[in-house]
């Protein structure tokens, strides 16, 4: 079992930045990847960004693309969404989950291929 917690939200003025984490505990989640999600009022979680397994492979949202990086750190067991050039549309809560395939190359960004979600962070940019 794998226990999920994010942390790193907060208010920001549009054009600021967060840094995200995703610490999980309980088993190693280094040979799966990992996703970043966001649900805000009103709306269906969406995909934001996911990192395979090695780090080496990315993919991102068009709407966050070239503004938010995904990273990991295995020896932490931790996963980062760093956020820049925030938008108003980007308030929401953030959440942080495991991807369900072995050491897979290529990552799904459905929400239903992922397990072990946290309780989420709240981020809210304002105008």
């Known amino acids: 079992q794998v226990h999920t917690v994010e942390s790193g939200g907060g208010l920001v003025q549009a054009g600021g930045s967060l840094r995200l984490s995703c610490a999980a505990s309980?088993?190693?989640?280094?040979?799966?990847?990992m996703g970043w999600f966001r649900e805000a009022p009103g709306k269906e979680r969406e995909f934001v960004a996911t990192?395979?397994?090695?780090?080496?492979?990315?993919t991102y949202a068009d709407s966050v693309k070239g503004r938010f990086t995904i990273s990991r750190d295995n020896a932490k067991n931790t996963v980062y969404l760093q956020m820049n050039s925030l938008k108003p549309e980007d308030t929401a809560v953030y959440f942080c989950?495991?991807?369900?395939?072995?050491?897979?190359?290529?990552?799904?960004?459905?929400?239903?291929?992922?397990?072990?979600w946290g309780q989420g962070t709240q981020v809210t940019v304002s105008s």
């Open positions: 309980g088993r190693t989640v280094s040979n799966y990847g």
């Open positions: 990192i395979n397994w090695t780090g080496g492979r990315t």
């Open positions: 989950a495991t991807n369900t395939l072995y050491r897979a190359l290529a990552i799904p960004t459905e929400p239903e291929t992922y397990a072990y």
